[in-house]
């Protein structure tokens, strides 16, 4: 039994740390959008405000490949629990073809509840800051 909770430890430990990746990737993002909006002044040119959209767009897309590794590793995890005591081999493969559902895919990520209602808003929030400073 020692064997399968230091495996499934090890794994959870994969889990904490792509979820703490995506708490400061959304961090980082928000930083990043508001130090540009912070850079720009009222004369400046709209272009300089689109580059605000090339953090939101790059985060986003980092932030939904750590959702897709954790949700890969959350199926091992749930693999090796229901494993039997003398199948564990401590394996953290976490691309074996039964976990590539339709859940753990890139593009489910990429549109996940999550992912939209953090990312959406922001970039909602970065359009009114471009149009409010350039009527």
């Given at each position: 039994?020692?064997?399968k909770i ?15 990746n ?13 130090g ?7 004369d ?51 691309n074996l ?8 895919e890139y593009?489910?990520c ?26």
């Amino acid at each position: 039994m020692e064997n399968k909770i230091k495996h499934l430890e090890m794994i959870q430990g994969v889990i904490t740390r792509m979820a703490s990746n995506s708490f400061a990737l959304k961090g980082w993002a928000v930083t990043l959008v508001a130090g540009i909006f912070a850079l720009a002044g009222k004369d400046v040119d709209k272009i300089y405000f689109l580059v605000a959209y090339i953090p939101i767009i790059v985060f986003w897309g980092l932030d939904s490949y750590y959702l897709m590794q954790e949700r890969l590793y959350r199926s091992l995890y749930e693999t090796v629990r229901k494993q039997k005591l003398e199948e564990i081999d401590f394996s953290m493969n976490a691309n074996l073809p039964e976990f590539n559902t339709k859940k753990n895919e890139y593009g489910n990520c990429f549109f996940s509840k999550t992912e939209l209602w953090f990312y959406l808003p922001l970039a909602i929030v970065t359009a009114g800051i471009i149009i409010i400073t350039h009527i």
